[in-house]
């Protein structure tokens, strides 16, 4: 019976044999099946090997018994020894190993290598998305140049820069000026199947660079958005842009960044805005059924133009909209006007702060109105009904803060004294002893913005808050320090498309339409955009959470409440106050609360310290202006009950 060693060298298969080094391949002379590869010679250049898997060793040991040889050339997988682990420069590459060659995969994976020059993006793919984050977000061009840089990495010049971006903007902007209409097409049909007529109520409201003042303007830019009130979802409608700038040395102005005239005043572009904007909703499946503005007077004057210029078209879905107040700013109204009747009010009790007093009086009117309001607009189905109502409850206010609860129960929805007999909500916590000039005084402030004309502005209660988030963050793509002549829209239009659609899905729509290749649902940019959007989706529900607005309530009150402290003991620098108390003293009641409890009991006395005089005469004297503290401790044991003969 032959040897092992003998079979292997009698054998006609040219395969590895143990202790000596494979033979190699180079990537023309790939083995095939029934050819021989004995006469391939070693290339210089080394090759990483492909092992087997143990699937693989195993049944292809099993092919080689079963082909007639009694014993395969080399032994399986997992039978193999492992290599010792030696420190060896580059140059050893001697490894008493066997190695066995998977000759498809290695022909694959050679075929791949000399295809990666034409899967590799071209650099113009490279700089389009190096641009993306100057669109996406608040950083600019040369901090984009300062990362590269910072990552031994050439950045791309200036020009190069500017141009991509360019390109990126004009993308963004196609694909937000689509998206725009989707939304229309969104809410009519979302109105269509909840049994409603496409009629809609929007918000309007417009931003500033830097919002101008009275006898100046410093402000060159501004934004207006249309926003639905209808969803959930508060989607934008249109968008317009006012823009005094142009990069163009010799330009007419026909089709440029340039949008609003140089010598017109940038406080009138509301106006230029808001009909913009609708002229981009009239030709839309939708009909604009309220609008609701802020306190401006502006605004009502220019709805009513744009209607009374529209009539004679006969283009408009609807021939009018009714103008409503937001209802926010009607609260910061209110409690300003209370505030600035200070000097008015003359009866307010000399042992609290006048200032304190009045703000915290004009917090709880404000606090008070709001939900007053709003009880009455979910339990009254007419807006007739919720006028009468809420004229009623606000007339009421002051007779409730004052101590009059005669007819809380037929007029309020909020007064609960009845049930709780408490006053914590007011100033100091107490009812309100005011003379009746001075309550007069406070209800005149109130009908400033509530009366009856007020309570027509704010019937549906609605507001613009999505509109000043969406403000929010078209300044945030585009900050107010710096300065965007050309891509000032574009930037707006990338914080509306981001509103849209979310921020990864937006950014992902803008690199597929630049570079013209989809973006893979394994890569990493897929990865990580989505892994952000669930971050911010955690964000929104944490926030929208009770936990959250309580916890965010006292912390507001907190700060509100910073000023009422000021002068309190554990605050002021200036005061001193001397406590004496003798140490007996200190342990009768100590033992007496001992002899209640039967537990432990701590003293701490704050910021106090103990002089030698003070220990000499059996004394101790606290000052505030120290952080020392003193800790008398009594520490008693429980009194066991006697157990009573039966």
């Avoid at 040897?3 to 391949?25: C, D, E, N």
């Avoid at 937001?326 to 003359?346: G, P, Q």
Wanted: hydrophobic share 35%.
């Amino acid at each position: 019976m032959t040897t092992l060693a003998s079979r292997v060298k009698t054998t006609a298969h040219a395969g590895f044999k143990l202790g000596h080094k494979p033979k190699w391949t180079t990537s023309t002379e790939i083995h095939q099946p029934g050819v021989s590869s004995a006469s391939s010679e070693a290339p210089k250049a080394s090759k990483r090997l492909v092992r087997l898997t143990d699937k693989e060793a195993r049944d292809s040991q099993f092919v080689r018994t079963t082909a007639g040889l009694a014993q395969a050339d080399t032994l399986a997988y997992t039978l193999r020894p492992k290599p010792e682990k030696e420190e060896k420069t580059d140059c050893e590459c001697d490894r008493n190993e066997n190695f066995i060659v998977n000759n498809e995969k290695m022909l694959a994976l050679i075929k791949d290598v000399h295809a990666s020059d034409r899967k590799r993006p071209p650099c113009r793919i490279l700089n389009y998305l190096v641009a993306m984050p100057v669109l996406k977000s608040k950083i600019g061009m040369d901090d984009v140049a300062t990362v590269l840089t910072w990552l031994n990495i050439k950045a791309p010049c200036k020009q190069t820069f500017q141009k991509k971006f360019n390109d990126l903007g004009q993308a963004q902007t196609e694909l937000s000026d689509k998206q725009l209409e989707l939304n229309q097409d969104y809410v009519a049909n979302v109105m269509k199947k909840a049994g409603f007529e496409p009629e809609v109520d929007i918000q309007f409201d417009v931003a500033y660079t830097c919002r101008p003042q009275g006898g100046c303007e410093k402000s060159t830019q501004s934004f207006g958005a249309l926003v639905e009130h209808n969803t959930g979802q508060k989607l934008p409608l249109a968008i317009a842009m006012a823009n005094k700038h142009c990069r163009k040395r010799y330009c007419r102005h026909d089709n440029c960044s340039k949008t609003f005239a140089a010598e017109a005043s940038i406080a009138s572009s509301e106006r230029v805005l808001l009909h913009r904007s609708l002229d981009k909703v009239k030709d839309g499946p939708l009909a604009v059924r309220s609008i609701t503005t802020d306190s401006g007077t502006q605004s009502a004057k220019a709805i009513r133009d744009y209607y009374e210029l529209k009539k004679q078209t006969n283009h408009l879905k609807k021939q009018t909209a009714t103008h409503y107040k937001c209802f926010v700013h009607k609260l910061r109204a209110l409690e300003r006007h209370v505030r600035a009747a200070k000097s008015d009010i003359k009866s307010i009790p000399k042992k609290y702060n006048k200032d304190e007093y009045m703000r915290k009086l004009a917090s709880c009117l404000r606090c008070r109105v709001r939900i007053e309001l709003e009880r009455l607009r979910k339990q009254s189905c007419s807006d007739e009904l919720f006028l009468r109502s809420a004229k009623f409850a606000i007339e009421n206010i002051m007779h409730c803060f004052s101590g009059d609860h005669k007819m809380c129960k037929e007029r309020s929805r909020v007064c609960t004294y009845r049930v709780t007999s408490s006053y914590k909500h007011l100033p100091y916590g107490e009812p309100l002893a005011l003379q009746e000039s001075d309550k007069k005084i406070i209800l005149g402030n109130i009908n400033k913005t509530f009366d009856a004309t007020g309570l027509k502005e704010v019937a549906k209660l609605f507001n613009t808050n999505a509109c000043e988030s969406l403000n929010a963050s078209v300044f945030h793509y585009a900050p107010k320090t710096s300065f965007y002549a050309r891509n000032f829209a574009a930037l707006c239009h990338s914080a509306v498309h981001t509103r849209s659609m979310g921020p990864s899905k937006s950014s992902m729509k803008v690199a597929e339409k630049v570079t013209g290749k989809k973006i893979s649902l394994h890569s990493m940019i897929y990865n990580q955009l989505k892994a952000k959007d669930r971050r911010r989706e955690y964000d929104s529900r944490r926030k929208a959470s009770v936990r959250y607005k309580i916890v965010r309530f006292y912390l507001r009150k907190r700060h509100a409440n910073r000023a009422l402290y000021r002068d309190g003991l554990y605050a002021s620098e200036n005061m001193e106050i001397a406590l004496q108390c003798t140490v007996s003293g200190i342990t009768q009641i100590l033992d007496a609360l001992a002899r209640y409890n039967n537990t432990v009991h701590t003293i701490a006395v704050p910021i106090c310290f103990t002089s030698p005089q003070a220990t000499q005469t059996n004394q101790l004297t606290l000052f505030t202006q120290n952080s020392f503290q003193f800790h008398y401790k009594l520490i008693r044991g429980k009194t066991r009950k006697k157990k009573q003969r039966p």
